[in-house]
């Protein structure tokens, strides 16, 4: 039993020693991706002052304050208060995977005093009995002898890595003695001193003489470590990443290091440890212009030495220089494709109002946007203002060329830019114009035309003036525009030479460009059937108009296949059709230059709110989400997993979107599913795939009993979420969409998005 208790005493020495450990950095999370906050500790204490916790899975150690104080780090799951001490956990996280825990609510020790009991009322006397004659006195027993006493152990020892002795109590000890380097003993007033580089430590034990008696001295000495490791050297912070907010630190690894902790904008006391020289930070919860870093090599860890000599260790290295990391502003710098990309990631939609200079190289272009590419990426100009270099946009006129833009930024790129041509001297401005005119399908060689076309009047700079041989079959006006008279039904076909002159600024270029156009003569057009319409939430029918159409034919027909209706009209109509329904329609020409078109069908047969949409389902289902109190940064890995990574679904961005619920007052709490919006905003997920969809079904609940939530897809009616349970809301397409997006109405639960793919 003795060696029990003194076990146990030993085992509650290491417990308090072992409480100052991984105190500057364990308490952090990192920074470097998706983090999942560990569960808290559960804390009970006994009767006889054993603060106990739970263990918290996936933990790597733990840290307690006793009363408020000093943070402390710990591998086990109990410690020893006193009387009137007060004690409150966490988990500590390994700051890749698993961030620390909250603390825990402080449970208290206190000694339980018993009352004091009340002292009875004595009986009154009574009268004493008559004395008897006293018994014979009897022969005295020999005493017991008494038992030897007890010489007391030597006291177990240990230095820490900064000098602190300390020594494990000994069962039946009423003191302690020590001698510091052979000196005068002293007697000690507490289980602890310390010590000294090279510094020698004899302890014993003192008995009371009488049961216990002084016991034989145990000794330490104490190498301190010799040597600190260097501090970690060019450290960079730029903008790397995928996710919002996120800023790359980088810094040469030191040789032997275990890991680092980081400190930003100087603050120390909150420093991150790491354990590689690589780390993502997220500064998108806190805004601001300007940040700081600087990082340390963390010492080679805080194992005890039994022998006290730490002299192969390595302590700690300072701080390195501290570096500078800008938020990107629309300043003066000019940004390559690969480099504002970047940039748009790291605002993650919240974009500032600055405008930024981009430069690259334009893959093609269409009448009002730009698309530049660089290592295979894409960014672009959207209704971009060229009037300065170009005049007019016309479709791949920039193919190739290198331009600048400047404009506000977007997600795609720049919105309502500026664009200016690299280009050095005139001659390349008119080599890059009659070029372009050359090439044009319009101004080909015997390039037939039977209608007016756009002529560009002004290319990279270049004012280009127009003039026609035959004024009676092709005009151009003062803005460049021609316009095509066709020679009648049965006439012969006409040939027209176009011509043009360039003017670079003030210098008017010898070369005149020409081109032979051929104008046929009308001929006989079959008209193209109309396209019909049908509102998936109204059944209200129409169809588009058919150029050159003199008027309609339209008839309807019943579900059972019996006509309807047959009528006539000028200009396309809408009809409202009932349930299975079949509208058929023809353009109608002039019976001379116009035949009349084939007839265009289709049916309204279902539902929107009830019947499934056409097409192939493609299941997303959220059911292995675990909760977490984070906005979700970066959703692709989670609707990969959810639809078992389709080769259909090509991407996905949301706003607000979170894993399951925290919060114990919603309806449902805990994992399962996703919640999409806030109690103040909105929630947003959109869709991409390969192929186009018919329509979306979307399993969800509302945020609580009461709610009156609601969801919308593609701009659609507003559908209010099921309450009581889960419920499936339907929403059918009336044009098939490369694209499906979800907004909510405050906060939704969602279980399973299901869309169709066109077949």
Known sequence: MKKRNLFTLLLCIMLALCTGLFAACGGCNSCGGEITALTVPEVTVDGGGTARWSTVENASGYAFKIDGGEEKSTSFTSVILSDGQSVSVKAVGDGKLYGDSDWSVPVKYTVEVKPPVEPEEPDKPTDPDQPTDPDKPTEPEEPDKPAEPVVLGAPALTVLRDGSASWAAVTGASGYAYKLNGGEEVTASERKLTLSDGDTVAVRAIGDGEKYLDGPAASITYTAPKNAFDAPVNLTAKIEGTNKGAVVLKWDAVLGARGYAYAINGDEARAVKVYEDTVTVDL???????????????DDGDRVAADGNYGNRYNASGYCDEVEFRVPRGDEKVYGVTEIMTVINYFGGSFPTDEFCVRGTVEYNTATDIILTEQYKSFTLADADVSADFGVLYEDMLADCTVTAKGRLTAEGLADCTVSLQLETEAERYALAAAFLNGMEELAEGAEHTKGFALPVKLYGVSVTWFSDNEGLLSVGDDGAATVTRPA?????????????????EDIYDDELEFLLSVPAKTYVYLDAPKISINPNTGVATWTAVENAFSYNYELENEFGVPYAWEKCETPLSIT????????????????????????????NYHPETTDPEGTPLVFNFSGAIRNANEVVNPKPIFDKACASSSSFLSVSTSNLYLGCTVNTAALFGDGFIRVGTANQNGTIKLTFSSRVNGVKIKCRTWNKDGGDKVSV???AEQNAAKN?????????????????????????ILEITVYLEN
């Open 284 to 298: 998108s919860a806190q805004p601001a212009a300007t940040w700081s870093f600087k990082v340390m090599t963390l």
């Open 489 to 505: 039904i049965g006439e012969e076909d006409g040939v027209v030479i176009l011509s043009a002159i360039l003017t670079v600024g």
């Open 577 to 604: 059709l009932e349930k299975y329904y079949t509208l058929r329609v023809q353009a109608v020409g002039n019976g001379e230059e116009y035949i009349d078109s084939d007839w265009a069908e289709k049916t309204y």
């Open 714 to 716: 593609n701009g659609s």
């Open 725 to 749: 349970d889960w419920g499936v809301l339907t929403f059918n397409f009336q044009h098939a969409a490369d694209a499906v997006e979800i907004v909510t109405n405050k906060r939704v639960f």
